[in-house]
Structure formats: structure tokens, C-alpha cells
T-cell receptor, first 111, second 113 residues
Framework: AQRVTQPEKLLSVFKGAPVELKCNYS??????LFWYVQYSRQRLQLLLR??SRESIKGFTADLNKGETSFHLKKPFAQEEDSAMYYC?????????????FGRGTSLIVHP | DAGITQSPRYKITETGRQVTLMCHQT?????MFWYRQDLGHGLRLIYY???????DKGEVPDGYVVSRSKTENFPLTLESATRSQTSVYFC????????????FGSGTQLSVL
């Protein structure tokens, strides 16, 4: 069975510090992974996806198949990065892909 | 993103009552999803739909019913609400079947007393 694990409920850092939000997955096939973000009073929105190898708002994520991880990183955190972050795995099902989310990590960036 | 709307924004009901949460999207996206968001559990998939009249169960479908008579609407019904169904419910849509991004609604905060 596929599973997405975000081990940290809360991550607290100071502005300018590096940030790494952990995501580990359990999946027997070739994983398709995403990061979604929910800023305060805003809708959940896509931050980045593995397939396009994007870098959004300074965030990057590299798929490590050996460690089954897709950690989200940013070298210098900003206060506006404070949000809830969800890692998601899209599993194939009957010709389509169905996203499964982790429990989320709340990132707080202190001034 | 205003193309997907959920109503009501907040709802308080009592145990045993039937409640319907509405989701409407204006993009004609084929896929629609219902998730519930709970502390410690994150987002869990309740039901999804690939097209009108095609629905399928997600991780936590018990106690919920969905229908999709029109492409743009995907209502979620709690047939007999329980306190454990107190949650924030998110509807999402996606243009296709593959790895396109999800567009989320603003959510419905449901309290079952």
C-alpha cells in the first residue's frame, strides 16, 4: 500500500535559516510526488511537482529513490514561508492518478 | 482559482442529521475529489469522480455518499452525521486523469454536535 509520511508536525526556524521539510513515501512503483502549500486564509495550492523539476519561491525538492524521500528545501527561510505544507503521492489507479497526502507540516518562520 | 466554490463555508449540525456539502467548478474539469482535513491525519480522500456519473471510493468513504449528475457539481452527503465527521472538507478538481495540479476550494468547516 502507498503511504506518505511527514514526520514533523511542526517546524520552527528563524528568518534566514535553511529549511528542510521531510517527506518519505512507501510505494512499490515509480512515484509521482508533489508538494502543496496552504498559507493562512488561502486555499491549498501546488508548490512544486517532481515531474517538472521546478523551483518555486526558492523551494526545491529532489526525489531520492534509495531513501524513498522527497524532502522540500529552501536555503534561506522567509517569514512569508510560514504555512502548512503537504507532501502528496499520486498513485496510478485504473488509468488515472489519485493523490494521497501526508498529514502535513506546519512551518513557522520567526523574524 | 475562484472557478471552484464550496458551500456552505461553515455548518453546524446535530448527530443523526443529513448534511450536504456542495462543490461547483466552472472549468469543466473531468476529475473532482473530496478530502477531509483533520489534525494529525492531514488530508484524507473520501471520494473522487472521473466524470459525470463515475465515482469511486477513497481512503475514508464510510458514512458519506456522493453523486455527479453534472460535470460541474460534486456534492458530498453525510447521510447521518456523527461527531467523528466534524472536520474541514475540501473539494478539488483536476483537468485530466494524470499529473495535472489540483485546484482546491476554500473548504467547508463542519461541526457535528
Amino acid at each position: 500500500a502507498q503511504r506518505v509520511t511527514q514526520p514533523e508536525k511542526l517546524l520552527s526556524v528563524f528568518k534566514g535559516a535553511p529549511v528542510e521539510l521531510k517527506c518519505n513515501y512507501s510505494y512499490s512503483g515509480s512515484p509521482e510526488l508533489f508538494w502543496y502549500v496552504q498559507y493562512s486564509r488561502q486555499r491549498l495550492q501546488l508548490l512544486l511537482r517532481h515531474i517538472s523539476r521546478e523551483s518555486i519561491k526558492g523551494f526545491t525538492a529532489d526525489l531520492n529513490k534509495g531513501e524513498t524521500s522527497f524532502h522540500l528545501k529552501k536555503p534561506f527561510a522567509q517569514e512569508e514561508d510560514s504555512a502548512m505544507y503537504y507532501c502528496a503521492l499520486a498513485r496510478p489507479s485504473g488509468g488515472s492518478y489519485i493523490p494521497t497526502f501526508g498529514r502535513g507540516t506546519s512551518l513557522i518562520v520567526h523574524p | 482559482d475562484a472557478g471552484i466554490t464550496q458551500s456552505p463555508r461553515y455548518k453546524i449540525t446535530e448527530t443523526g442529521r443529513q448534511v450536504t456539502l456542495m462543490c461547483h467548478q466552472t472549468w469543466s474539469h473531468s476529475y473532482m475529489f473530496w478530502y477531509r482535513q483533520d489534525l494529525g491525519h492531514g488530508l484524507r480522500l473520501i471520494y473522487y469522480s472521473a466524470a459525470a456519473d463515475i465515482t469511486d471510493k477513497g481512503e475514508v468513504p464510510d458514512g458519506y455518499v456522493v453523486s455527479r449528475s453534472k460535470t460541474e457539481n460534486f456534492p458530498l452527503t453525510l447521510e447521518s452525521a456523527t461527531r467523528s465527521q466534524t472536520s474541514v472538507y475540501f473539494c478539488a478538481s483536476r483537468e485530466g486523469a494524470k499529473l495535472e495540479k489540483l485546484f482546491f476550494g476554500s473548504g467547508t468547516q463542519l461541526s457535528v454536535l
